[in-house]
């Protein structure tokens, strides 16, 4: 079946070590975007890629980055983590900008 | 602002006792509007879009219903199994590289009890 995937499920890193989470997909969609979800609140979305071309939001932390090398892989690097960005990171893709998107099942971050 | 509200925050209900949550919405030009089903710890799973006032679409037990201000989510004779959180996203037109970007609510949780 064609799906989002990320990995690993489950993360923990310690404050300030650099950590990469990974997505994966086989719809061979255009786009992927990059959410945050923290407890009982909406996602929010840090930044997408339309094809290669980068979108970051404005108020996305410069501490975080993505790379998407290919059509199926988008990675999201948190290079020095805070207690703060402790949360559930979503990726997610749709077939064209303005698309149902698609999620994956989330990778959850710990910071100790 | 484009801004999403989503109420109840939290709904307990009986199985079989329908209700209905309630998504407000404050956007220019409405693209569309997704409800997505998220269960603990999982990613959300899309459930319907609405692109025009007047829209209904139906799913099992759940039907979404689209105004000009509002969406709502009817759930009838509910399930213990469709308990979940129940999120509402709009999509605005946006422009260039925020075409397509969604804005989402907060979510109503659900809980039907046996």
């Known amino acids: 079946d064609a799906m989002v995937i990320q990995n690993p499920r489950y993360q923990v890193t310690q404050f300030g070590k650099p950590v990469t989470l990974s997505c994966s997909q086989t719809?061979?969609?255009?786009?992927m975007y990059w959410y945050q979800q923290k407890s009982s609140q909406a996602p929010k979305l840090l930044f997408h890629?339309?094809?290669?071309?980068?979108?970051n939001e404005a108020d996305t932390p410069d501490n975080f980055q993505s790379r998407r090398p290919n059509t199926s892989f988008c990675f999201l690097d948190i290079r020095s983590p805070g207690l703060g960005d402790a949360a559930m990171y979503l990726c997610?893709?749709?077939?064209?900008?303005?698309?149902?998107?698609?999620f994956g099942p989330g990778t959850r971050l710990t910071v100790l | 602002e484009d801004q999403v509200t989503q109420s109840p925050e939290a709904l307990r209900l009986q199985e079989g006792e329908s209700s209905s949550l309630n998504c407000s919405y404050t956007?220019?030009?409405?693209?569309?509007l997704f409800w997505y089903r998220q269960d603990p710890g999982k990613g959300p799973e899309f459930l319907f879009t609405?692109?025009?006032a007047g829209e209904e679409k139906e799913k099992e037990r759940l039907k979404a219903t689209l105004t000009k201000k509002e969406s709502f989510l009817h759930i009838t004779a509910p399930k213990p199994e469709d308990s979940a959180t129940y999120l509402c996203?709009?999509?605005?037109?946006?422009?260039?590289?925020?075409?397509?970007?969604?804005?989402f609510g907060k979510g109503t949780k659900l809980s039907v009890k046996p």
């Open positions: 997610a893709t749709s077939r064209d900008a303005g698309d149902t998107q698609y």
């Open positions: 719809l061979n969609h255009n786009v």
């Open positions: 890629y339309y094809d290669k071309d980068f979108n």
């Open positions: 956007v220019s030009g409405l693209r569309g």
């Open positions: 609405l692109y025009s």
């Open positions: 996203a709009v999509q605005a037109p946006g422009y260039g590289g925020s075409q397509g970007n969604l804005i």
